[in-house]
């Protein structure tokens, strides 16, 4: 399988995660301790994205290869997460929790983890 997303794109894309996991989870009335656990692993990726190494950061500091060791851990607590009563019990919020953690494992698996020679310079929108 081909990865598609740049490392820019993987940082708008994991923007876009981190407030669908704040959001969602209220939106489609998920209980409050459900939706408190997804606020956290939102607010958690939204930390460390938005000082890695990509152009729509606020201040590159975290490269590539350590953002991708985040993901990879943030993935693995994201997948215990199904073990929690509070995710388990719920039918709902179990739906939910499968569908998100799908998409999150498949947009690491589907992204370029190396530099691109495009990325090496400071592009400005």
Partial sequence: MENKFSFDQHGLND?????????????????????RHYTV??????????????????????????????DLLNLGVLM??????????????????VGYATLAALHIQLSKWKKERTQLDHLFI
């Fill in 80 to 97: 215990s997460m199904a073990f929690l009563p509070v995710v388990k019990n719920d039918r709902k919020t179990l739906l939910f929790h």
């Fill in 15 to 35: 923007y876009m995660f981190s407030t669908a996991a704040c959001l969602i989870p209220r939106a489609i009335k998920l209980s409050t301790n459900a939706a």
């Fill in 41 to 70: 692993l939102g607010l958690s990726l939204l930390t460390y994205n938005i000082i890695s190494d990509h152009r729509f950061a606020a201040k590159r500091i975290i490269e590539q290869k350590a953002h991708k060791c985040l």
